[in-house]
């Protein structure tokens, strides 16, 4: 039971002057739930139809089934009682109760007495029913009343009671352990490391998204595979890669630097080297820059799945999240080192056991003929796996030069497509071993080293916030337990004895 301050209108000693919004929106909190009932205390000497009490309980409960009237002072204001409660234009569902104050030193029992004298010999009170007069009547009312309301919102109250203590219990179990001793730190860290690394295998390796559904950044395979499509499209987007701008000048302009005393059908290999380091050259700010896109990607993912798995350890956040960044700059730095290594490779080596390489030249060297009877006569001619090829500026060079750079050309038309391949192969293949290696080796061994001079206990410590979210659960947990065996005590009793006589 509550009892609620009466309204004020008029700030008095100080008080605000939102006195009057201040105990409405209070009063209006306790009354708008619709289990509470409303117990309206009104004088007998005032007009009830001008009482803001009652225009606040119609405001919540228009058709008054939750609310009874008090009217105290009834031995004040006799003269039309009978009729103000009988008539009850103000709509009091539950009815209206009639009591006399106590007056000076009464006791209880001489107030009760007095009380009871007056509404049986008062000429005018002692016509009100009997059931609608008397503090012990009001007590019994409100009892009925409170049982009834209680036993009809009680199914809802049990299931709001299991259901806030289900809740309670599932977060207490997602809460970090209270970690008592080292072994208890060390457990829990090969625990959160176990969860990490599997959900970095699912998500590097295995491609399987289960665990984030709802984050498109953490589909990594299917990523990773568009970035190397694109890598590769770049890698032939490239200048190097324009077969029919000043077709077979560059190749006669290196043949003629190159120029030694040979055979005259001999072609010198150094110009073929001469090309290919050329065009290894032109692309060779590609890989690097593609490389760290990747690894800045794989950053990310890694940070992020360090981060779920360790949530109730922020301590242990940030020195994974600084052991993470450290890792994943050392494995793009050795990532970098070995493409760089891999450019200088094709630069200086010309093989490749390819068969496609042999096929395509073949092709190309089945069009020379073809195309050095029409290359004089046409202004552009079609070659199969090169395109259209303007021809008047080779028409006063050497036709054996000029066959020269043919042969040229189509020696490095097909390897060049196996050099771009390799380039694109050597990365996927590396990303996947390194990846392998960030998972299984390196990524805990990394986050190990951070605590070198920390203590894995301290680390592990729960902040005072964590320490506090745990007692106010545990407080909580034990008190709607406690409010369980209440509701279910009140509900036996409820069905025993219920009828209000006891």
């Not at 939750?66 to 539950?94: M, Q, S, Y």
């Not at 209680?150 to 599932?170: G, Q």
């Not at 195309?371 to 054996?400: M, P």
Request: a negative charge; proline letters at 3%; aromatic letters at 8%.
């Amino acid at each position: 039971m509550v009892d609620l301050p009466g309204i004020t209108r008029v700030p008095i000693n100080g008080q605000p002057e939102s006195i009057y919004e201040q105990i409405s929106e209070m009063i209006m909190e306790y009354i708008r739930p619709e289990e509470s009932i409303i117990l309206n205390v009104l004088s007998a000497t005032v007009d009830f139809s001008t009482c803001e009490s009652i225009r606040m309980s119609q405001m919540v409960d228009k058709r008054g089934r939750r609310t009874l009237a008090v009217v105290t002072k009834a031995d004040k204001a006799p003269e039309g009682l009978l009729e103000k409660v009988t008539a009850d234009d103000v709509n009091i569902g539950l009815g209206f109760v009639c009591v006399r104050n106590r007056i000076g030193d009464e006791t209880y029992e001489e107030a009760r007495q007095e009380e009871a004298n007056l509404f049986a010999t008062h000429p005018l009170l002692s016509k009100i029913d009997k059931s609608s007069v008397g503090v012990p009547v009001l007590a019994q009312k409100l009892t009925q009343i409170q049982a009834t309301i209680t036993a009809k919102y009680l199914p809802d109250i049990v299931m709001k009671i299991n259901n806030k203590l289900d809740a309670n219990v599932a977060e207490l179990k997602t809460m970090p352990k209270n970690l008592s001793s080292v072994e208890d730190a060390i457990m829990a860290f090969v625990e959160i490391m176990g969860s990490a690394k599997e959900s970095l295998r699912r998500v590097l390796l295995r491609g399987e998204i289960d665990e984030y559904l709802d984050e498109d950044d953490m589909y990594f395979t299917a990523r990773l595979a568009k970035m190397l499509n694109q890598y590769y499209d770049e890698l032939q987007n490239g200048s190097e890669n324009n077969l029919t701008t000043n077709f077979l000048l560059e190749e006669m302009e290196v043949l003629e630097e190159f120029e030694g005393i040979d055979l005259p059908d001999f072609l010198p290999r150094t110009a073929f080297l001469i090309l290919l380091q050329r065009k290894v050259k032109g692309i060779s700010s590609k890989p690097p820059s593609f490389m760290g896109r990747v690894w800045d990607y794989i950053e990310g993912i890694v940070i992020r799945a360090l981060m779920r798995h360790s949530k109730n350890y922020p301590q242990l956040q940030s020195s994974a999240r600084r052991a993470a960044s450290n890792l994943i700059n050392k494995m793009k730095g050795r990532t970098l080192h070995r493409m760089m290594k891999i450019v200088e490779m094709e630069k200086l080596t010309d093989y490749t056991c390819n068969p496609e390489y042999l096929l395509e030249r073949n092709k190309l060297m089945a069009q020379q003929d073809y195309f050095f009877s029409c290359y004089k006569s046409y202004d552009s001619i079609s070659l199969e796996g090169i395109g259209f090829v303007k021809t008047v500026h080779l028409r006063n060079h050497n036709q054996q030069l000029l066959r020269q750079a043919f042969d040229l050309k189509r020696r490095m038309i097909p390897y060049w497509k196996i050099v771009l391949r390799r380039f694109v192969d050597s990365v996927a293949l590396h990303l996947q071993f390194s990846m392998q290696n960030l998972v299984d080796k390196e990524m805990e061994k990394e986050i190990r080293g951070e605590w070198t001079g920390r203590g894995i206990k301290r680390m592990m410590e729960e902040t005072p916030e964590v320490a506090e979210k745990r007692e106010e659960l545990n407080r909580s947990i034990k008190q709607l337990r406690e409010s369980a065996e209440v509701v279910a005590k009140f509900m036996d009793w409820i069905a025993t004895d219920g009828d209000g006589n006891d």
